[in-house]
Nanobody, 113 residues
Framework: QEQLVESGGGLVQPGGSLRLSCTASGIAFSFYAMAWYRQAPGKQRELVASITRSGNTNYADSVKGRFTISRDNAKNTVYLQMNSLKPEDTAVYYC???????WGQGTQVTVSA
């Protein structure tokens, strides 16, 4: 049974950095494209970044140049390095297989002075 466990969130000041991790189990991780999504209060969930099986990446315009998605297939883990964080990055962050329907519990990121 698929499981996705996100971690690494927290409270950070504007301009700071965080690295999120998402560890998968119950799936053949290396065969799937993965993505990070986020949902801010009162807003719809949105795609932040994605990475294919071969490591090709795509980013939402709002995070380009600040966020980096990567994966370690040996650890069944996808990462999201977030730099130059802004208050508008505050949200619950989730990872998911691009083609999957299972959502983990998410990890809260709060950017505030």
């Amino acid at each position: 049974q698929e499981q996705l466990v996100e971690s690494g969130g927290g409270l950070v000041q504007p301009g700071g950095s965080l690295r999120l991790s998402c560890t998968a189990s119950g799936i053949a991780f290396s065969f799937y494209a993965m993505a990070w999504y986020r949902q801010a209060p009162g807003k719809q969930r949105e795609l932040v970044a994605s990475i294919t099986r071969s490591g090709n990446t795509n980013y939402a315009d709002s995070v380009k140049g600040r966020f980096t998605i990567s994966r370690d297939n040996a650890k069944n883990t996808v990462y999201l390095q977030m730099n130059s964080l802004k208050p508008e990055d505050t949200a619950v962050y989730y990872c998911k297989r691009i083609t999957g329907s299972y959502w983990g519990q998410g990890t809260q990121v709060t950017v505030s002075a």
